[in-house]
């Protein structure tokens, strides 16, 4: 059974950071993308950033420069570093595994950021 378990959330200050962690299953880990996606209050989920087994990276434009994205692959396990953190990053974040060409996705349960003085 494929689980991927988050870990890293909770409240800080405007301008701190926050380092997200996903720990997935062996099985899957090294095929699949593995990505980081936030839903804020009334809004739709998007995409934060993504990377694929081979380190390519991608990511939101609103992210760029302040966050990144990182693979251990000896431990199965994503990071997003957060840094520059903004009030408009407040959301839960999830984590997502992405095959290349099969479906369903598989996801994390949410960690919840906030951003607040």
């Known amino acids: 059974q494929v689980q991927l378990v988050e870990s890293g959330g909770g409240l800080v200050q405007p301008g701190g950071s926050l380092r997200l962690s996903c720990a997935a299953s062996k099985s899957i880990f090294n095929i699949y993308i593995m990505g980081w996606y936030r839903q804020a209050p009334g809004k739709q989920r998007e995409l934060v950033a993504a990377?694929?087994?081979?380190?390519?990276?991608n990511y939101a434009d609103s992210v760029k420069g302040r966050f990144t994205i990182s693979r251990d692959n000896a431990k199965n396990t994503v990071y997003l570093q957060m840094n520059s953190l903004k009030p408009e990053d407040t959301a839960v974040y999830y984590c997502?595994?992405?095959?290349?060409?099969?479906?369903?996705?598989?996801w994390g349960q949410g960690t919840q950021v906030t951003v607040s003085s």
């Open positions: 990377a694929t087994s081979d380190g390519s990276t």
């Open positions: 997502n595994a992405r095959h290349p060409i099969f479906r369903p996705d598989y």
